[in-house]
């Protein structure tokens, strides 16, 4: 028995809770630092653990799809609680796919929480309890091997970050929560009439089996469904590009904290949604409907977000804005690798989710100092930073050229890999990749002009009253921010100079992913009540 | 005799209660018309405890159906869950309408030197009347609980406040649910006209027998036929289900916090079991009914839900949003009627299940959210009494009603705040929520039947209906306080409002308990799951019930 997976989820639940009930702001922000620690810890831990050297092509095919929607971590908790009526099991397991992106999360929760030390002055135990829920319910979605608890844990991270941004963000934060979560609960109710349609149809909402269902038992309207209702939930999540308005508007009202997890963490469910449940399931990929159309759509869409969005972001005045614009231009990248359906393409697109999450949750980390210091994020009224805040200069550039790209920082790797697998890839083809390679030097474009403007030239500051009652801050980063961005520094050099170790591992579970299980090697087909229903209708 | 005592001891108790509390309700001395309150809630508590103990001693709940030697009443499972629910729900809605504190309940008649026993003689009358229904086998008897539950609220609504708005909505209620019970009498005399009958078990057997065999759908004459529909629409209007749900915006605002909370649930309630009732015997002793009644059960409950959930969108007034969303809820439950008539496998009651089970939800989350708006003051001078108070003086304070009464109130009334959130995201069918399962039961129920299309529209319908609770949560969170200057008159609510709102917030306080006690605990849904699945089976093989072949033979 493992119990690091259960302490992974306890840990935050428990901190949340307890940091709600804290007497003062003081101790909250504390506690929230210790808990996201501990979670972190415990994520450290869970690696310790994790059985690294897994050798996948031993497994017997039979158990080879419930393997590649999870490895380890097993079993014991299958039965830790077991809802009869709905075949509702809270059963949790990671792959190393899910393990890198846990690792992700918890790496970036304890740095936004430590970044939101002086940028939250009110309500702020409310704040750090729903940055603790917040943190529960992500790794809930990424530790998730029922597809009940995947899809509840998905909906619940909307409460709290509906809250982060509607009390805590800038002028328009009202609309921003409000259009955040109309937008994401739009799509993601088709995804709930869908899972539940599965887990009735599969008998039980376990992930192997709903999944092994899907793949060969799904009748061929039955898989358009499926597959339209769990791409509105995870469309919007990414966001795609018809789809995609509510982002940038989020991103910039949202608190530094806040847009760093929605950033870092919540878009990657999105991604990570479509990679665990419509890739396995065949509804992307050479057994699904309409093969290469649907797939096609989608790339020319990541495509349309790739350029369309690397476009916007260089007309905005606003420096978050643009690095929201930027996130709708890379996300486009890590879909257009996933649906790549290759090796390269599909490595490049768990890479991107990673790397993506480090540096533009650092930008925006970065933007929120800035912020706190000149309380505008204007491009015309900030000029010539470099002059005063040397430190942060060197984060703001490194950050940069990690987001476009620069070989040696990790972003290289991850865009590399998902235009190779582009280009490769046996449907996409040449045109896909040159139009995704387009979009790498406008990103370059867009970033450079930034920072160009902001960082270089003659020094140009808005005048700044300082509100009385808080020690302004120092003029250039002081020691409490620095610790907050050398980790992601750290983490942006490591996966940039020596990625190998995450590529190999998750190399065979993006195989597993993508290889459809030969129907004669399942058992006998399982009539349950919705097939017959199925079967009956004209 | 003693059967029958047996049989209907719920409602004698209740009855009996509702006299004495006529009663107390004319003393002269005010400590004894407070005691009304304490005694409707001890004999609410009291029916709740003693039909959960006669449950659990097994003898009713069996799954016989057990009748009494005229057939006027035939109690399965499925009144036993009814009734236990509705006695549960009525004391939280009895502590809702506490006679402590005039100002927080917006409800004069709350005032304890007026009408205090009468509204808690007339509730229970009202919740009896839902009682008659569950047991009833006879249709005049189940148009009279029908009635019986109908025409206290009438009295209540125009009672509950001294304000032109309130007598207003009275009568309107009234005037439209006279006319509901003429359809329904109309439905009722063309049923008994064709058959003979009043006795639905038996009127169940001649549609049976018209039917030509087990799994076939009964035939119906052009009279009968004609007779359903009125039925269906009659039930319609207690149900609030569009086309009859007009009265529901008006007559929701202009009631008290109280008894609009009673009116989301209780008549509605009572529609929804006969339509139940009456759906199994148009299906002759089965869900197996005739096309045309699924079909329009499937297109109400599409307009139900979209029309209710776009009215809802539009409103400013709380009470009128919650009124728009009870409408809406009932088209879900509707969803679920829809996939029960539309199987055709015998033994298929998931539909049913679902819909009991969205009737426990619904009934715990509307009080919560009536609960938490009773609580918190209005705003002075916003138009949310409908303007002049009676007699020209200055309205009294009241709960707050509109979106402005609400704003910031949940940064200073955090608990409250929280459990306005717990309750709309219930409604919205958020997770960790009793709304979420509700959800999803249906979902599954229509699913398994292959009503995609309704099952798309009903998520269409959740995540619309998601921007007007957004609001509310949102105007309570996101926006502050606003400015207004309290006229020297009427004081803030704010130092009276703890003293004697112990009882709602102890309402309040239970249901957003049992909210996240049926949405997070997993025995716990289990529980209700399972009680809502036993009770969905009303279909008894007739051969258990001993009493069938002589009635026949009568």
Known sequence: ?538 | MDSLVRLLWPEMVLTVAACVLFLLGVSRRAAVRRLTAVLAVLTLAGVFVGLLASGAGGALMSGQAVSDPWHSVRIVEFGYYIKILVAGVGILLALLAWPGNRQATGNSAMDVGQDTGEFFGLMLLSLMGVFLVASSNDMILMFLGIELASIPTYIMVAISRPLAVAQEAGVKYFFLGAMAAALMLFGFSYLYGTTGLTDLHRISQVFAASAGGVGNAPVLSAWQVLAVVMLMMGFAFKMAVVPLHFYAGDVYQGAATPVTALLSFVPKISGFVAMIKILYVVGGGSWVVPEFVTQILIVLSVLTMSVGNVLGLLQFNIKRVFAYSSIAHSGYMLVGLAALTSSRMAGSDEGLSAVLFYLAGYGIMNVAAFGVLMLLPAQPGIAGMGGVGAGGKMPPATSAETFEDIAGQGRKHVALGLAMAVACFSLIGLPLTVGFFGKLYLIRAALNQGLIALVVITVINAAVSAAYYLRIVSSMFLRSEPQTQWPQAAKPADECECKGTFPIRLAVGLSVFGVLLFGLVVPAIEMLSTQSRAAARVDIPTSVEPSTASALAR
């Open chain 1, 1 to 538: 028995m493992h119990y690091s997976i259960v302490l992974l989820l306890l840990v935050p639940v428990v901190g949340a809770i307890v940091g709600a009930l804290l007497p003062n702001a003081r101790s909250a922000k504390w506690w929230a630092l210790f808990v996201s620690v501990l979670t972190a810890l415990v994520g450290v831990w869970m690696v310790a653990q994790f059985d690294w050297k897994q050798d996948l092509s031993a497994v017997p095919a039979a158990d080879r799809l419930a393997k590649s929607v999870q490895i380890t971590f097993t079993p014991g908790f299958d039965s830790l609680l077991h809802l009869e009526a709905i075949q509702f099991s809270f059963s949790l397991g990671v792959d190393s796919i899910s393990l890198w992106l846990v690792l992700m999360t918890v790496l970036l929760m304890p740095v936004s929480v430590l970044a939101s030390f002086t940028y939250i002055k009110e309500r702020q135990k409310e704040f750090y309890a729903w940055m603790l829920a917040l943190l529960a319910f992500m790794l809930g979605v990424f530790v998730a091997r029922d597809l009940l608890l995947f899809y509840v844990c998905f909906e619940l991270t909307l409460i709290p970050m509906f809250f982060i941004i509607g009390i805590w963000g800038g002028s328009e934060r009202r609309y921003a929560a409000g259009k955040f979560f109309l937008f994401t609960f739009s799509g993601s109710v088709f995804t709930l009439a869908v899972v539940i349609f599965l887990g009735l149809a599969a008998g039980s909402f376990d992930l192997a089996t709903v999944t092994q269902y899907a793949q060969y038992g799904l009748t061929n309207s039955a898989r358009i469904w499926v597959f339209l209702g769990l791409a509105a939930g995870m469309a919007v999540k990414v966001p795609l590009f018809p789809v995609h308005t509510w982002l940038p508007l989020a991103h910039t009202e949202a608190p530094t904290a806040g847009s760093v997890i929605l950033a870092g963490v919540l878009l990657k469910l999105g991604a990570y949604g479509l990679l665990r449940l419509a890739v396995p399931m065949g509804l992307i990929g050479p057994t699904g409907l309409m093969f290469p159309t649907v797939v096609k759509v989608l790339a020319v869409l990541c495509i349309i977000g790739v350029i369309y969005g690397a476009l916007v972001a260089w007309v905005q005045q606003d420096i978050k804005k643009l690095v929201a614009y930027s996130s709708v231009s890379h996300l486009g990248f890590c879909v257009l690798g996933l649906v790549a359906l290759n090796d390269y393409g599909m490595q490049g697109s768990v890479l991107y989710m990673i790397n993506h999450g480090l540096s533009t949750g650092a930008m925006f980390l970065v933007i929120g100092m800035i912020y706190e210091r000149h309380h505008t994020r204007d491009i015309h009224q900030l000029s010539g930073l470099a002059k005063q805040m040397p430190i942060m200069s060197f984060f703001f550039v490194f950050f940069t050229l990690s987001s476009i790209g620069l070989p040696g920082l990790n972003g290289y790797v991850s865009e590399f890999l998902t235009i190779l697998g582009a280009f490769t890839s046996e449907h996409l083809g040449i045109g896909y990749g040159i139009a995704a390679a387009v979009g790498i030097i406008l990103g370059a474009i867009y970033m450079l002009h930034m920072v160009a403007r902001v960082i270089f030239g003659p020094l140009k500051v808005p005048h700044v009253h300082e509100e009385a009652g808080h020690k302004p801050l120092s003029r250039d980063l002081n020691g409490r921010e620095i610790t907050v961005l050398v980790p992601l520094a750290v983490a942006v050099v490591l996966l940039g100079v020596l990625p190998t170790p995450v590529l190999k591992s998750i190399l065979e579970p993006v195989r597993m992913v993508r290889q459809p299980v030969a129907a004669q090697m399942m058992g006998p087909r399982v009539e349950t009540p919705a097939q017959v229903a199925m079967a009956q209708r004209p």
